[in-house]
Nanobody
Framework: QVQLVESGGGLVQAGGSLRLSCAAS????????MAWYRQAPGKQRELVAS???????NYADSAKGRFTISRDNARTTMSLQMDSLSPEDTGVYYC?????????????WGQGTQVTISS
């Protein structure tokens, strides 16, 4: 199974930027979609951005124009550049990878990284 580790979270002031990264280890045959999710305090986990194996990106409305998702297929890493951050972006950010191994579709989650935006 694929293991994921996020990094890059922290505390920044509103208007600032952060860059999150996710690195994978383990075996797989094909790495498909990758995505970032966010879980704010007291709320359900929600999709922030996703990117296909071919590089097509999709964003939640709240992330459009401020966040940029990218991936490096050779290194199975993914990043999320977050600019113009606001307190509403506060939460735990999780990366998710969808992949194929032994002919089965699987997915893995990272442990999460805390992002806190102060006003």
């Amino acid at each position: 199974q694929v293991q994921l580790v996020e990094s890059g979270g922290g505390l920044v002031q509103a208007g600032g930027s952060l860059r999150l990264s996710c690195a994978a280890s383990g075996k797989f045959s094909v790495m498909n979609d990758m995505a970032w999710y966010r879980q704010a305090p007291g709320k359900q986990r929600e999709l922030v951005a996703s990117i296909s194996r071919g590089g097509t990106a999709n964003y939640a409305d709240s992330a459009k124009g401020r966040f940029t998702i990218s991936r490096d297929n050779a290194r199975t890493t993914m990043s999320l550049q977050m600019d113009s951050l606001s307190p509403e972006d506060t939460g735990v950010y999780y990366c998710n990878y969808q992949y194929i191994i032994h002919g089965r579709y699987e997915d893995s989650w990272g442990q999460g990284t805390q992002v806190t935006i102060s006003s």
